[in-house]
């Protein structure tokens, strides 16, 4: 993911991804450099099958890359990824004119009620 996501639904996968202690903490050692699965397991304090759920967030947002060798995993941070995250994070919290261009290529319209949002389609 080199790009930020043109869906919501594909957006939400980005922040939920951010959304647990546990996920915070494995991209923190991501941050390090590639880490095998077995270490991840000895330094993160959940059972293997959580462990998995939590690199499964991870790799499915776009965030964390994975690759096999043998019979583990090996798992990096994705910097290209991580750096759309801050862009998309950044579009919804800065001006108005980004969050409603946002919405209009979403497909939303705004609403009828809030008048016009002065922005530069």
């Not at 001006?95 to 979403?106: F, G, H, N």
Request: with cysteine; glycine share 4%; hydrophobic share 35%.
């Amino acid at each position: 993911m080199n790009d930020i996501p043109e869906t919501r639904d594909e957006q939400a996968k980005i922040f939920k991804a951010f959304c647990d202690p546990n996920r915070l903490r494995i991209l923190e050692l991501l941050k390090k450099g590639e880490q095998c699965t077995c270490y991840l397991q000895k330094v993160i304090p959940v059972t293997q099958p959580t462990l998995s759920h939590h690199l499964k967030i991870l790799t499915d947002s776009g965030l964390v890359n994975s690759r096999k060798d043998g019979r583990w995993v090996h798992f990096s941070l994705n910097t290209a990824a991580a750096q759309a995250a801050l862009r998309l994070l950044e579009r919804y919290i800065s001006d108005t004119d980004a969050v409603c261009c946002a919405t209009e290529r979403l497909g939303d319209s705004v609403p009828a009620d809030s008048g016009d949002c002065g922005c530069n389609h």
